[in-house]
C-alpha cells in the first residue's frame, strides 16, 4: 500500500511528475534546458542570442528558477567585470534523455509539416 502524502508546504503535489514537470514546463524553461543540453555551459549574454525572443527578465528569472531547483549551476569567476557561466548539474544532466526525444519528435514532426497553432 502506498503511504500517504505528507507535504507541510501549500500548493506542493505529492505526484513527483506534477512537481517535476511545474519546474521544466514554464514558458522558456525547457527550451533553455535544451539550449544548455545541446551546446554546453554558456555565459548570460550567449543565451540571449542562443534564445531569440526571451527578454532579459524572463531569463533571469528562469535561470535563478532553475538555480534554486538544483538543475542549473550559475559559476561565477572573480574577474572584473565578473564572468557567469551558466550549466546543468548532474541532476540537470539526468535530463538528457528525456531532451533528446522531445528534439527527435521536434525535428520528424517538422519534417512532417507540423506546426502549432497560432496564439
Excluded at 54 to 69: P, Q, Y
Excluded at 70 to 80: H, K, P, S
Excluded at 88 to 94: F, N, S, V
Aim: overall charge positive.
Amino acid at each position: 500500500m502506498k503511504a500517504a502524502c505528507d507535504l507541510n508546504e501549500k500548493n506542493v503535489s505529492c505526484c513527483p511528475v506534477e512537481r517535476l514537470l511545474g519546474v521544466v514546463s514554464g514558458q522558456w524553461t525547457a527550451y533553455l534546458l535544451w539550449v544548455l543540453h545541446q551546446n554546453g555551459p554558456q555565459r548570460f549574454g550567449a543565451l540571449q542570442k542562443l534564445i531569440p525572443g526571451i527578454s532579459t527578465k524572463v531569463l533571469t528569472e528562469r535561470l535563478r528558477m532553475l538555480e534554486a531547483s538544483g538543475l542549473l549551476l550559475r559559476e561565477q569567476a572573480a574577474t572584473i567585470p565578473p564572468q557567469v557561466t551558466y550549466s546543468l548539474t548532474p541532476r540537470g544532466l539526468e535530463l538528457r534523455a528525456l531532451m533528446d526525444g522531445l528534439g527527435d519528435v521536434a525535428r520528424r514532426w517538422d519534417a512532417e509539416g507540423w506546426r502549432p497553432p497560432v496564439r
